[in-house]
Nanobody, 121 residues
Framework: QVQPVESGGGLVQAGGSLRLSCAASARTPSTYSMGWFRQAPGKEREFVAAINWNGGSTLYLDSVKGRFTISRSNAKNTVYLQMNSLKPEDTAVYYC??????????????WGQGTQVTVSS
């Protein structure tokens, strides 16, 4: 009931674009940062990007720098992940996280249910 809610996943061709959205629950305690992780079948959950709600600082996984952009709408209490130049390696379930910072999942407090992103070759 306090989890963020992701949307915007789908199937795209390699080189295409997709935008994910994550709406923070109104029941979530005051949060100063939000982020995205992803998990492919049989692999560990991997950090993708994070954004600080107060300062606007961002953090990215090296392999997505220049392709992915994390942004926010404070009025909508929503964070976005714009994904361009998608590669088949980006295929995964993408999870929105809230209330943390850094590349470790242990640093984050709240998690969405995930949205599937599939990139065809």
């Amino acid at each position: 009931q306090v989890q963020p809610v992701e949307s915007g996943g789908g199937l795209v061709q390699a080189g295409g674009s997709l935008r994910l959205s994550c709406a923070a629950s109104a029941r979530t305690p005051s949060t100063y940062s939000m982020g995205w992780f992803r998990q492919a079948p049989g692999k560990e959950r991997e950090f993708v990007a994070a954004i600080n709600w107060n300062g606007g600082s961002t953090l990215y996984l090296d392999s997505v720098k220049g392709r992915f952009t994390i942004s926010r709408s404070n009025a909508k209490n929503t964070v976005y992940l714009q994904m361009n130049s998608l590669k088949p390696e980006d295929t995964a379930v993408y999870y929105c996280a809230a209330g943390g910072w850094g590349t470790s999942a242990y640093e984050w407090t709240y998690w969405g249910q995930g949205t599937q992103v599939t990139v065809s070759s």
